[in-house]
């Protein structure tokens, strides 16, 4: 074997830049399906808001709201979890931060919808 260049990356130091940017990806799937989660909760409640008994839509359409809080909030658990363990090489690594904030922001969202579809008569 020649003698490794400061320059060259091994190929164990490129797969992790590749897991890390995988994770990335994965976390954006995560956070799609938990939109979409979301997007069916809303739309169930807009659809089916005159079924009897009034809370009827209302509960099918909380279930979905929590299932998408609880989908983004394990996607950046593990993504968090995936950052802590890898190493940037060559790659500029996501921090942690953001996948905090976005889980964040759609978690108080999907609250926030919970609270109108309770709150809001129709």
Same mark, same amino acid.
């Given at each position: 074997?020649?003698?490794?260049? *400061?320059?060259?990356?091994?190929?164990?130091?490129?797969?992790?830049?590749?897991?890390?940017?995988?994770?990335?990806?994965?976390?954006? !799937?995560?956070?799609?399906? *938990?939109?979409?989660?979301?997007?069916?909760?809303?739309?169930?409640?807009?659809?089916? !808001?005159? /079924?009897?008994?009034?809370?009827?839509?209302?509960?099918?359409?909380? @279930?979905?709201?929590?299932?998408?809080?609880?989908? /983004?909030?394990?996607?950046?658990?593990?993504?968090?979890?995936?950052?802590?363990?890898?190493?940037?090489? @060559?790659?500029?690594?996501?921090? @942690?931060?953001?996948?905090?904030?976005?889980?964040? /922001? /759609? !978690?108080?969202?999907?609250?926030?919808?919970?609270?109108?579809?309770?709150?809001?008569?129709?």
């Amino acid at each position: 074997m020649s003698p490794r260049d *400061s320059d060259e990356l091994t190929r164990d130091e490129l797969a992790e830049d590749r897991t890390l940017l995988s994770n990335e990806r994965t976390f954006g !799937s995560w956070m799609r399906t *938990s939109l979409g989660c979301i997007g069916i909760g809303v739309g169930f409640q807009g659809l089916f !808001s005159a /079924i009897e008994p009034f809370w009827l839509p209302r509960l099918v359409a909380t @279930a979905f709201l929590l299932l998408g809080l609880l989908v /983004i909030v394990l996607a950046e658990r593990r993504a968090c979890q995936v950052l802590g363990r890898l190493n940037a090489h @060559a790659v500029v690594k996501a921090k @942690a931060t953001y996948f905090r904030l976005f889980a964040a /922001i /759609i !978690s108080l969202g999907s609250l926030g919808l919970i609270a109108a579809i309770w709150t809001v008569t129709s």
